[in-house]
């Protein structure tokens, strides 16, 4: 079992930054990748970007490219999602997740943390 808490999110205005962090727990040594979802309302769920914990490899959404990173410190089971210049069609509630290297599914989710962004 692995546990995912998502934090970080609020209210910010067209041109912030934020960002968002996801604290693993658990069977953490079973992790391959963290990845970064978002679901805006009445939208289906987005995927954002993903980071391998143990080589750091990171991938992202084009319409994330530039704007957002992904990081990771293994040493406190943390995940990051730096949101740069935000817009308003980045409001959404943003999901961690994490997989094996024997799945291709996300097998674990946290609670998500609401980011909305103002124009």
């Known amino acids: 079992q692995v546990q995912l808490v998502e934090s970080g999110g609020g209210l910010v205005q067209t041109g912030d930054s934020l960002k968002l962090s996801c604290v693993a727990s658990g069977r953490t040594d079973t992790i391959y990748e963290m990845g970064w979802f978002r679901q805006a309302p009445g939208q289906e769920r987005e995927f954002v970007g993903a980071?391998?914990?143990?080589?750091?490899?990171?991938r992202h959404a084009d319409s994330v490219k530039g704007r957002f990173t992904i990081s990771r410190d293994n040493a406190k089971n943390v995940v990051y999602l730096q949101m740069n210049d935000l817009k308003p069609e980045d409001t959404a509630v943003y999901y961690c997740a994490s997989r094996t290297i024997t799945s291709s599914a996300y097998g674990y989710w946290g609670q998500g943390t609401q980011v909305t962004v103002s124009s």
């Open positions: 980071v391998t914990l143990r080589r750091g490899n990171t």
